[in-house]
């Protein structure tokens, strides 16, 4: 049973910075393509950045030169580092991979 578990997720100014993690168990990862979503209440949840297994990267608008995600697949661990945060940023975030969904961590940035 693969299993994602995130982390990081907290309350920060805006303008600072978080750096999320998500833990996967199983043998997903290595050759998963794996993303960040985020959701806020009322509206969709959406696609903010993605990695495939070779390491190339997909980042919505949103998140162009904010966001950096990443993986180590010794680690079996997906991250998303971001900088610049705005209050827009607030959602709880997801990572997700072969329709396996994590439990999210929640990201709040006070203006």
């Known amino acids: 049973q693969v299993q994602l578990v995130e982390s990081g997720g907290g309350l920060v100014q805006a303008g600072g910075s978080l750096r999320l993690s998500c833990a996967a168990s199983?043998?997903?990862?290595?050759?998963?393509?794996m993303g960040w979503y985020r959701q806020v209440p009322r509206k969709e949840r959406e696609l903010v950045a993605a990695i495939n297994s070779g390491g190339s990267t997909w980042y919505a608008d949103s998140a162009q030169d904010r966001f950096t995600i990443s993986r180590d697949n010794a680690k079996n661990t997906l991250y998303l580092q971001m900088i610049s945060l705005k209050p827009e940023d607030t959602a709880m975030y997801y990572c997700?991979?072969?329709?396996?969904w994590g439990q999210g961590t929640l990201v709040t940035v006070s203006s």
């Open positions: 199983g043998s997903i990862f290595s050759t998963a393509t």
């Open positions: 997700a991979a072969q329709g396996v």
